[in-house]
Nanobody
Framework: QVQLVESGGGLVQPGGSLRLSCAAS????????MGWYRQAPGKQRELVAA???????HYGDSVKGRFTISRDGAKDAVYLQMNSLKPEDTAVYYC????????????WGQGTQVTVSS
């Protein structure tokens, strides 16, 4: 079993920055994908960014060039640095981990609110 705990959300003005953190505890296999998703009111949950156990990263089109995902292997933590925030980035952000012998185990954090508003 794996637990994911997010932190770092809050209220920020347009153009500002926030850094989200996700700490993982439990059994994580050598093959994994850690990612950040977000869900705004009335919208579907969407992928923001992902980082793979091999080191590659993937970003949603709307955040490319503004957000950066990274991982601290020693702490089993993943981070999302969000710069140049826009009101449309307002959403609940969820940490996600896919792992297991065939990447068949899917875990979610509880979510953290990010609000971009003046």
């Amino acid at each position: 079993q794996v637990q994911l705990v997010e932190s770092g959300g809050g209220l920020v003005q347009p153009g500002g920055s926030l850094r989200l953190s996700c700490a993982a505890s439990g059994t994580i296999f050598s093959s994994w994908i850690m990612g950040w998703y977000r869900q705004a009111p009335g919208k579907q949950r969407e992928l923001v960014a992902a980082i793979f156990s091999g080191g590659s990263t993937h970003y949603g089109d709307s955040v490319k060039g503004r957000f950066t995902i990274s991982r601290d292997g020693a702490k089993d933590a993943v981070y999302l640095q969000m710069n140049s925030l826009k009101p449309e980035d307002t959403a609940v952000y969820y940490c996600n981990l896919i792992t297991g012998p065939g990447n068949d185990r899917n875990y979610w954090g509880q979510g953290t609110q990010v609000t971009v508003s003046s």
